[in-house]
């Protein structure tokens, strides 16, 4: 079982950028599909993106196509989110998930064993 640290959140600007960073503690970490999920006050928790153990496979909510991209490094047990193009409906606490065994990818949430603390990221206007 993998622990995941999320880090890189914080305040910007509207049409700004910002890095989310998740470090997966463990050897096994190519074993797990990543994915990174977000949650706004007084709504669910809902799927961003996803890439599957290798990184050749990814998956992107329709609302962050194109201004968001996920990308691992598996010698470093990182998993990043770049974002950019921020909008003030993009403000969330961004947690970052690990699911164990797949080949591909998800964006359900139940399937994921193991998440991280989370961290805010707030796009003012």
């Known amino acids: 079982q993998v622990q995941l640290v999320e880090s890189g959140g914080g305040l910007v600007q509207v049409g700004g950028s910002v890095r989310l960073s998740c470090v997966a503690s463990?050897?096994?970490?190519?074993?797990?599909?990543m994915g990174w999920f977000r949650q706004a006050p007084g709504l669910e928790r809902e799927f961003v993106a996803a890439i599957s153990w290798n990184g050749k496979i990814t998956d992107y909510t329709d609302s962050v196509e194109g201004r968001f991209t996920i990308s691992r490094d598996n010698a470093k047990n990182t998993v990043y989110l770049q974002m950019n193009s921020l909008k003030p409906e993009d403000t969330a606490v961004y947690y970052c998930?690990?699911?164990?065994?797949?080949?591909?990818?998800?964006?359900?949430?139940?399937?994921?064993?193991?998440w991280g603390q989370g961290t805010q990221v707030t796009v003012s206007s």
């Open positions: 998930a690990a699911e164990q065994y797949n080949l591909g990818t998800s964006s359900i949430a139940n399937d994921y064993n193991t």
């Open positions: 463990g050897r096994t970490f190519t074993m797990y599909a």
